[in-house]
């Protein structure tokens, strides 16, 4: 008795391209999803008359039956249209390529997202409307069942059919067909791997309950920000958006960086070949492209034209592109996905089993939160490495070989994701309290007392307090005599940036700083007042508000950021302005204050500000001593104080340490309580009981 295809095929080299289903005359093949949302299929035994035909034309099966295209002439190119380019995920090819064959009357089969952008489906699109729907990646798997009979039903009748799919895609479509059709015309794409479509829904779900309102567009790879930025842009239909660069989108970190939901042949994919398979044309992003002359911000694309027939295609589309001839080892050098396998995510089950019980961000940040850095074996190798860094960057600082080795291999205050070190010069003085972090992720380094004057002695200044964090995600640098601050319970979060001399950056609450941020010689960029205004009823009027600097954004020598502003991306900020307003994107800003009176009854003090107010407003509250000062904050927060713990109270409802921690683990209190310890007299040794259990809550002071 002939076997079936699931008896034949192991389920890690299945590709869930669905054509087995298309191409079974009694419909006997079916597919179920399984835990990690991937499809698979299953044989209806009754149905299934054992024909075989499944295991003949199933490409993972049939390798050697799949048509290997010729060697390619290789182009870097781009649409003229600066709509189709920007709206287009590299530099618009396909759109250009699929215009042509609408205009020929023909049809362009494509993945497109559902109605709730939950999902993603293949489609034939017969206008210019339904092709929009098509342009852009999707980067999870798309469903083709069906796709195969009804392209089949358009070439019988004589039109002309452009295929869009991942290359095992294109293979499975090779195989359905034959070599009966000189209609069908096959476009892949240089393919990293297939993500699961039950984790993308996650995203989607998560990002609608965030925001209150249901998704209205999705754009991976949005361009707001850059080509190179592999933004997320999400819509929604109350007006909001979300729109998150690669290290701050938890989607394309999860996807990017630790491969969390791979498909499990991509791992062994068989058509990462050269030459291609399948496919007449390879477009994709032509990553490491250099020339300066090239707009980098929209997108170009990598053009392989692999049959004869691609390049009649190339010819016909020309006049609507710019494109240069290049090299295949020009492509290969940036995309080493054309050849290579994704390595293999070792937290593929730990994220679904999360996925399970949490949100989806946080099944992502609970399987990022792992070191991925080298380190050497040996205090040797150690040091044989800070001489070959001190070595790469002699022209600019005297790297300090011992700081070296300790801040990056033995400081627990410094966490690292990446390859990316902390490269101190030898003057450099970095103060941080043994609770505060330095999350470290990347490849780039940030490298501190950079363009010190030989034989000088001015230091370079770097401090964090209590509970500090420091979310450092791709490098940069500091100059001799530049100050950063962070201070209790504050947070930096920074893309890359510079810090010429003598500048300063204090955080009391929070700092955001995007990619690509140049702050010129004495910038000062404050989040607080750090004393207290006080109205005519004592109550202050001055609370830290958060400060936010968008991407490529020039702050100019001694201009000044005041709390809460927000400047958008790709502004100036003028030497020796003030900025103390919102600066929109791309705007030239200059002028200063000239001191004119802005409020007529003002008080103030020395005290510090009381950051933590907008928090207590808005939290649940675990109140730590219950003495005088104890009583007194909760007649004041009496709302949202959830419990009160004191270890020598015998009132009612007051719990012991002790007893509170049997009752209550760290999970179950995290996401929405705040620990407050009313004790001046104990509070070091609180905050170290509290930090012994609960190492990831909030902890501050109630006089804070």
């Known amino acids: 008795m002939k076997q079936s295809l699931v008896d034949s095929i192991e389920k890690i080299k299945c590709t869930g391209c669905k054509m087995c289903g298309d191409i079974c005359p009694n419909q006997a093949i079916s597919f179920e999803t399984d835990k990690k949302g991937f499809w698979y299929p299953v044989i209806d035994q009754e149905r299934c008359t054992r024909c075989a035909l499944c295991v003949k034309k199933c490409p993972a099966l049939n390798q050697d039956q799949i048509i290997h295209m010729q060697e390619p002439d290789v182009y870097a190119a781009w649409s003229n249209s600066k709509e189709n380019r920007h709206n287009s995920t590299s530099g618009g090819i396909f759109f250009e390529v699929a215009q042509l064959y609408l205009k020929k009357g023909g049809v362009v089969a494509g993945a497109r997202y559902s109605d709730d952008y939950k999902s993603a489906n293949h489609y034939l699109a017969r206008n210019i409307s339904e092709l929009k729907q098509l342009r852009g990646s999707k980067y999870f798997q798309s469903d083709t069942e069906g796709i195969y009979k009804e392209i089949e039903k358009e070439l019988k009748s004589g039109k002309e059919v452009l295929f869009c799919g991942t290359p095992c895609q294109n293979a499975a479509l090779s195989m359905f067909l034959g070599d009966k059709y000189k209609n069908i015309f096959y476009m892949d794409f240089i393919c990293r791997n297939i993500n699961s479509p039950l984790a993308f829904a996650s995203y989607i779900s998560e990002l609608e309950e965030k925001y209150k309102s249901k ?38 970190r999860g996807f990017l960086v630790h491969n969390l939901y791979t498909r499990d042949c991509c791992y062994d994919c068989k058509y990462r070949t050269l030459p291609r398979k399948a496919a007449d044309i390879t477009v994709g992003d032509f990553w490491g492209i250099e020339e300066s002359p090239y707009d980098m911000m929209e997108g170009i694309s990598v053009v392989m034209l692999n049959s004869e027939k691609a390049k009649k295609i190339f010819e016909e589309v020309k006049p609507n592109l710019i494109y240069k001839e290049k090299t295949l080892e020009e492509v290969i050098k940036g995309n080493p996905a054309m050849l290579n396998n994704p390595p293999q995510g070792k937290r593929s089950d730990v994220f679904f089993a999360l996925l399970e019980k949490y949100s989806f961000s946080e099944a992502v940040n609970k399987c990022c939160e792992i070191k991925t850095n080298s380190k050497p074996n040996t205090i040797f190798g150690m040091f044989k490495e800070s001489c070959e860094v001190a070595k790469k960057y002699k022209e600019t600082c005297d790297v300090s070989k011992k700081k070296y080795i300790f801040y990056n291999y033995f400081c627990k205050n410094i966490v690292r994701y990446g390859e990316a070190k902390l490269v101190p010069e030898k003057n450099v003085v970095i103060d941080l309290h043994p609770n505060a972090k330095i999350r470290m992720y990347g490849e780039k380094d940030f490298v501190v007392g950079v363009s010190k004057l030989r034989k000088s002695k001015a230091e370079t200044y770097i401090r964090m307090g209590r509970d500090a964090v420091w979310f450092l995600r791709h490098g940069g640098h500091m100059s001799y005599e530049a100050v950063l601050e ?194 001046a007299n104990y509070f070091e040794e609180l905050y170290r009981q509290v930090r012994s259990k609960y190492p990831n809550m909030i902890v501050v002071a109630a006089n804070e």
């Open 486 to 679: 962070v201070h209790d319970n504050g947070v930096l979060d920074t893309g890359f940036f510079s810090m010429n001399v003598r500048g300063t950056m204090i955080v009391d609450k929070k700092i955001t700083l995007g990619e690509d941020v140049m702050m010129a010689r004495n910038v000062i960029v404050y989040d607080s007042d750090f004393h207290q205004l006080l109205n005519d009823d004592g109550e202050q009027t001055n609370a830290p508000r958060e400060v936010i600097i968008g991407n490529h954004v020039w702050l100019g020598a001694n201009s000044t950021v005041l709390k809460g502003v927000k400047i958008g991306n790709h502004s100036v900020v003028a030497a020796n302005a003030l900025v103390s307003k919102d600066v929109p994107e791309r705007a030239l800003v200059a002028g200063t204050n000239s001191g004119f009176v802005i409020n007529n009854s003002v008080n103030w003090k020395r005290d510090r500000c009381l950051k933590h107010d907008d928090l207590f407003e808005r939290t649940k509250i675990i109140l730590y001593g219950y003495g005088q000062m104890g009583k007194e904050f909760e007649k004041k927060y009496q709302n949202q104080i959830g419990y009160i713990l004191d270890n020598r109270s015998k009132e009612e409802g007051v719990f012991s340490f002790l007893d509170f921690y049997e009752m209550y683990k760290e999970d179950s209190l995290v996401d929405e309580y705040v620990w407050v310890i009313a004790s």
């Open 215 to 252: 998704v209205i567009k999705v754009q991976l790879k949005n361009k707001k920000t850059g080509w190179k930025s592999l933004a997320s842009l999400v819509c929604f239909a109350n007006g909001n958006q979300s729109h998150q660069d690669r290290d701050r989108d938890e989607w394309m």
